[in-house]
């Protein structure tokens, strides 16, 4: 599976591989560089799937709903993280009610629920309303997890 992302250059749409959401690659069309994804990605249970098995960096997924006032607090703050950790870590948002088989596959009971990976396995898990410097700091903790 691959994501499509757009050149800031040229405009040019570049399918870039779960595996490599982290990095920095090459446009394919003008060669300028396109950064690695800096905000959260909604994710579908593939995309979700796919980015556990393939990714070399830690993962934030954030569970969440339209209707949760909480939830929607929290977007700002899972934006933040994605920026300031691009490269280093991946964000994925999954919405509970579209997807509930994710949120039952990690018993997600309240919303937001915040779940870390690295390497595939679940290293942190809690539920309710955190800032960026809590995301971040447990981004920072997982990568030093040996897995």
């Known amino acids: 599976m691959s994501l499509i992302r757009s050149c800031s250059h040229c405009g040019v749409s570049n399918r870039v591989p779960a595996a490599h959401l982290a ?3 090459r446009c394919g069309a003008c ?15 593939a995309l979700f799937d796919e980015v556990m098995q393939t990714a070399r960096v830690p993962v934030l997924v954030d569970f969440w709903a339209e209707w949760c006032g909480p939830c ?8 933040k993280t994605a920026a300031e950790m691009a490269g280093q ?3 994925l948002k ?3 009610d579209q997807h509930p088989e994710l949120a039952a596959r990690f018993q997600v009971r309240g919303i937001p629920n915040f779940l870390v990976l690295n390497e595939g396995k679940v290293v942190h898990q809690q539920a309710g309303l955190v800032d960026h410097h809590q995301m971040e700091a447990w981004l920072r903790q ?6």
């Open 142 to 147: 997982a990568a030093t997890v040996p897995a």
């Open 89 to 91: 870590a991946i964000v």
């Open 94 to 96: 999954v919405d509970s």
């Open 31 to 45: 060669k300028d560089p396109l950064p690695p994804v800096s905000e959260p990605l909604q994710a579908d249970t």
């Open 72 to 79: 929607r607090m929290a977007a700002p703050e899972v934006a």
């Open 23 to 25: 990095d920095t690659g």
